[in-house]
């Protein structure tokens, strides 16, 4: 995006969401980095942003949590007052066997992915309408569109991710009257930082890579840079889209 742009970011301590903050990062950038419980992973985020020229504040909150997406869009307006771009990149895979699930489980997994985006849409809608550049980007996952015997599967994450999906196009249409556009990028299988983890093993993952056709997981830099197009002048007359970054699994 332009200089100036002002961003919230959720989910921001690491992988796609960090990658994102520092290419946003740049003199004149307002953002705002959102981290459920990793104060210490944002600040570095936030640290390098700041060296980059940005100007950064952060927040913490479970967004599986009512309000929770309200106070990150609240700490935003009170820094800051404008708001051009919001990602609700924030979510988590729940590797858990239909057999072993609790109805809290599943409840958790609509909160924090589908719930929480419509909490930060409904929130940040008079401030984008503002803006005159408006953008809505929601991460979906992979999760939704692979079922495949070969792989695992996240039933939960499956259901509620599908769901962002379906609000992203349903949104699209009803922010349209205020020059907003809502799309949504699904990133494949992608690489996570050291230290972080999302239940599946290093030998799974290596067998995974194997049936990816170009032969290897995706980078946080990879979706990154599509999230960041959407955000972009460029597109501007895209809306309503699901955007697949997978490296062409099927």
Known sequence: MSDGTAALVTGAASGIG??????????????????????????????????????????????????AGRAAVKAHQERFGVLDALVANAGFPLL?????????DIA???????????????????LLSESGQGRIVGVSSF????????????????????????????LSLALAKDGITVNCVVPGYIRKDAGTADGIDDAA??????????????????????????????AAYITGQIIHVNGGLI
Do not use: C, W
């Open 18 to 67: 960090a990658a994102l903050a520092l290419r946003l990062a740049q003199p004149g950038a307002r953002l705002t980095l959102h981290t459920r419980r990793s104060a210490d992973r944002l600040q570095a985020v936030a640290e390098q942003a700041r060296a980059k020229g940005a100007e950064v504040g952060t927040v913490l909150g479970d967004l599986a949590e009512a309000g």
């Open 96 to 104: 858990i066997p239909l057999e072993d699930m609790t109805p809290a």
């Open 108 to 126: 958790y997994a609509f909160q924090g992915n589908s719930q929480s985006f419509f909490e930060l849409a409904q929130a940040g809608q008079p």
């Open 143 to 170: 999760t939704a569109h692979v079922f495949r015997t070969d792989m695992p599967q996240f039933p939960a994450s499956a259901a509620s991710k599908g769901a962002v999906e379906t609000a992203v196009r349903s």
């Open 205 to 234: 993952l290596q067998q995974i890579e194997t049936r990816i056709p170009l032969s290897r997981l995706g980078l946080p830099e990879d979706v990154a840079g599509t999230i960041a197009f959407l955000l972009g002048p460029d």
